[in-house]
Every structure is written in structure tokens, then in C-alpha cells.
């Protein structure tokens, strides 16, 4: 089964600073990753997703994630976060079996708090 | 381009009872996935629907049913309230059966007393 870990659960910053949210995930077949956003009281918000292609995806907001097959790793970045980024954020992971059926399913890390400070 | 919907925003209900949410999926979109967010227990993927068919189900009992309709709007059920089934529920639509991108609803607020 698959499954995604952000190591993560909370990670204070302040404003103008670099910020990286980490995130691991399992899977030995073709996997699509996502990283979402929620705002207080909010749904999820797109932020970006890796398909295929280029490893370096870029995203809303100035965000931006790099897929790493080695390390199964999927980490966000943000070279300068603004008080406006506190929000929660998860990483997602959509899988498809060894015969190419999808399951359908988004599996999601346990989210990370991030918190800018003024 | 209107996105994913769901009615209501929120529901007050109490134990045993049961309770009906419903979800738009975003225009040209056949897929419909539910997930529920319980504090402590995260995002969890309760059913998934496309061109009116349950496609997948997660590990939730069978009081937690839906539907897709014609339109491809679904509706969640969930019988026999408990209280643990208070949680944020969340709707989500695709364009591709499975693979393709989810985008979410605001979600509907459950609360069993």
C-alpha cells in the first residue's frame, strides 16, 4: 500500500525567509504527486503537481517542488514566504496497480502547519 | 469557470440519525471522489464515482454510501450517525477516470451531537 510521510507537523518561519516542506512517499509503480494548501476553514487549493516531465515543477503563489525518484522524495520550496503562506499544506500521491488501472484515490501525508511570522 | 460545490456548509445532526451532502462537480468533469477530514485522523478517501458508477472504496463502513447522478453530481449518505463521524467532508471532480488532477469543494462541516 502505498503511503506519504511529511516529516514535518509544523514549521515556524519568518516573513521573507526560504521555507521547505518535506515530503516522502512509498510506491513501487508510477505515481502522480500533488502538494495542496488549506486555508482556516477552508477546502484544499491546488498548489502543483508532478505528472511527468521536467522534475522541477512550479506552482501558484511562487512555490515550487522537486520530484526526486531516488529518494521517492517531493519536496516544496518557496524561496521568500509572506505572512499570507501560514496554512496548512499536504502532499498527495495518486497511484495507478502494475496493469495501469488507477485507484482513484488521492493518499495524503498528515499535512505540515506552516506559520510565518512577522 | 465555476468550481466543485457542495450544499450544505455546514449540518448539525445527532447520533443515529442520518445524514445526506451533496457535491457539483466543476463542468466537463465525469469523476467524484469524497474524503473525510476528522481531527487526529487526517484526510481519508472515502468512495470515488465516475459516469455513475462506484469505482473504489475506502476503509469506512457500509453506512457510508452515495451516489452519482446523470449529471454527474453525487450525493453522500452517511446512516446511523456516530458521534466520531463529525468531520470536515470533502468533494473533489476530475477530468480523467482516476489519474486526472482533483480539484476541491469547500466542503460540508458535520457535526453529531
Known amino acids: 500500500a502505498q503511503s506519504v510521510t511529511q516529516l514535518d507537523s509544523q514549521v515556524p518561519v519568518f516573513e521573507e525567509a526560504p521555507v521547505e516542506l518535506r515530503c516522502n512517499y512509498s510506491?513501487?509503480?508510477?505515481?502522480?504527486l500533488f502538494w495542496y494548501v488549506q486555508y482556516p476553514n477552508q477546502g484544499l487549493q491546488l498548489l502543483l503537481k508532478?505528472?511527468?516531465?521536467?522534475?522541477l515543477v512550479k506552482g501558484i503563489n511562487g512555490f515550487e517542488a522537486e520530484f526526486n525518484k531516488s529518494q521517492t522524495s517531493f519536496h516544496l520550496r518557496k524561496p521568500s514566504v509572506h505572512i499570507s503562506d501560514t496554512a496548512e499544506y499536504f502532499c498527495a500521491v495518486s497511484q495507478a496497480n502494475a496493469g495501469g488501472t488507477s485507484y482513484g484515490k488521492l493518499t495524503f501525508g498528515q499535512g505540515t502547519i506552516l506559520t510565518v511570522h512577522p | 469557470e465555476a468550481g466543485v460545490t457542495q450544499s450544505p456548509t455546514h449540518l448539525i445532526k445527532t447520533r443515529g440519525q442520518q445524514a445526506t451532502l451533496r457535491c457539483s462537480p466543476i463542468s466537463g468533469h465525469t469523476s467524484v471522489y469524497w474524503y473525510q477530514q476528522a481531527l487526529g485522523l487526517g484526510l481519508q478517501f472515502l468512495l470515488w464515482y465516475d459516469e455513475g458508477e462506484e469505482r473504489n472504496r475506502g476503509n469506512f463502513p457500509p453506512r457510508f454510501s452515495g451516489r452519482q447522478f446523470p449529471n454527474y453530481s453525487s450525493e453522500l449518505n452517511v446512516n446511523a450517525l456516530e458521534l466520531e463521524d463529525s468531520a470536515l467532508y470533502l468533494c473533489?471532480?476530475?477530468?480523467?477516470?482516476?489519474?486526472?488532477?482533483?480539484?476541491f469543494g469547500p466542503g460540508t462541516r458535520l457535526l453529531v451531537l
Open positions: 508532478y505528472l511527468s516531465g521536467s522534475t
Open positions: 473533489a471532480s476530475s477530468l480523467a477516470s482516476g489519474l486526472g488532477t482533483q480539484y
Open positions: 510506491s513501487s509503480v508510477s505515481v502522480y
